[in-house]
Every structure is written in C-alpha cells, then in structure tokens.
Antibody
Framework: EVQLVESGGGLVQPGRSLKLSCLASGFTFSNYGMNWIRQAPGKGLEWVASISSSSSYIYYADTVKGRFTISRDNAKNTLYLQMTSLRSEDTALYYC?????????WGQGVMVTVSS | DIQMTQSPSFLSASVGDRVTINCKASQNINKYLNWYQQKLGEAPKRLIYNTNNLQTGIPSRFSGSGSGTDYTLTISSLQPEDFATYFCLQHNSLLTFGSGTKLEIK
C-alpha cells in the first residue's frame, strides 16, 4: 500500500524557518517525481514545488521561489521542504504528493501555522 | 506556466438538477485534467482523472469531458451529498489547480 506520511509542521514565528519531511513507503520512491502542495485555511489548493526522481529537475511556485527548497533522499525514501523567511500567508496544510499518470497521489498533510 | 480558469465560482442548484462546471487551460493540457470534490474539514476526493475516467467508487452520475484547453465536469442528477466545493487540476505540466466552484443548495 502506498503511504506518504508528512511530519515537521507546527507553529512558527514570521521570518523563521521550518523543515517538512515526507516518508514514503509501498513503492519504489526513487522512480517517482514528487511534489509539495498546500491549502491555506478556507482557500483552494496551490502547487508549491516539484522535484524529479533523481533531483535533476526542480521547480517552484513564484510565491515561494527563493524562500523554499525542495529536496529528496532516495536512500531514506524521504522528501523534504525547507521553508525559510516564513510569512503569515504560508500558513496552510502541506501535502506531499507522488507524481502518477493519473495525477498526484497525496498524503494526509501536515499543518504549518505562521504567527507571532 | 499553465493557468486554469474555472467557472462558475458559485453555483446554486436543487436536488435532481443537472449541473456543469468548466475549466479552461491557458494552453493544451492533453487531457491531463482531474476533478476533485472537497467538503468542509475533509481532504479532497478525486472524482475523475485524465478527463473522463471515473475514480473507483464514485457514482456514475459524475462524468467528465473535454480536450485541448476546455474541460467539463457534469453531475447528471444532484444528490444531497453532492453539495460541496469542486475543483479541477491540470497535471500535464507541473500542477495547476482551478480556483474552485462552491455548489450550494437552492
């Protein structure tokens, strides 16, 4: 069974940093491109970042470019999102998602709250 | 980047009505278009993938169509449990979500 388990969320002050992790299981992690997606409270979904299976290709939404870094460790079956210079508008439920032919398959998400 | 324009933003309808929701892409997305339903406090549920493929367990009153840049979700006969927010997602090039359609009871 495919599982994606996000962790690392919580309450953080504006301007500070936080690193999210996503532990994958039930599939060969190193074969798949991965994404981070987020949903702010009461808002729609927003794609955040993508990384190819070998980390050769990385893309970011304009709203996080220069502040967030997506990475992966295929030996540990883990996807990461390093978030710096956090803003209140980054408050959201963050989902890790595996790329598939039928669209992203995402986990349960982890909440990040940016507030003083 | 591909932009997705979803319409309408709000839709008021009655049980038994046929409704359609539209998404228009800024360029050809080769039918890589999914539809999701989301209810308050719940994770999104995929209804349709790749334009017209019904997700397992989803009632057949939901259907999708389209090609190129224009895509449609149709609910043939609204049921009480269908009142929710719907959104589209293109996954042809990276990911872009539609802005959502809130379907309310008239």
């Amino acid at each position: 069974e495919v599982q994606l388990v996000e962790s690392g969320g919580g309450l953080v002050q504006p301007g500070r940093s936080l690193k999210l992790s996503c532990l994958a299981s039930g599939f060969t992690f190193s074969n798949y491109g991965m994404n981070w997606i987020r949903q702010a409270p009461g808002k729609g979904l927003e794609w955040v970042a993508s990384i190819s299976s070998s980390s050769s290709y990385i893309y970011y939404a304009d709203t996080v470019k220069g502040r967030f870094t997506i990475s992966r460790d295929n030996a540990k079956n883990t996807l990461y999102l390093q978030m710096t210079s956090l803003r209140s508008e980054d408050t959201a439920l963050y989902y890790c998602a595996r790329r598939t032919h039928s669209g992203p398959y995402w986990g349960q998400g982890v909440m990040v709250t940016v507030s003083s | 980047d591909i932009q997705m324009t979803q319409s309408p933003s709000f839709l008021s309808a009655s049980v038994g009505d046929r409704v359609t929701i539209n998404c228009k892409a800024s360029q050809n997305i080769n039918k890589y278009l999914n539809w999701y339903q989301q209810k308050l406090g719940e994770a999104p549920k995929r209804l349709i993938y790749n334009t017209n493929n019904l997700q397992t367990g989803i009632p057949s009153r939901f259907s999708g169509s389209g090609s190129g840049t224009d895509y449609t979700l149709t609910i043939s006969s609204l049921q009480p449990e269908d009142f929710a927010t719907y959104f589209c997602l293109q996954h042809n090039s990276l990911l872009t979500f539609g802005s959502g359609t809130k379907l309310e009871i008239k």
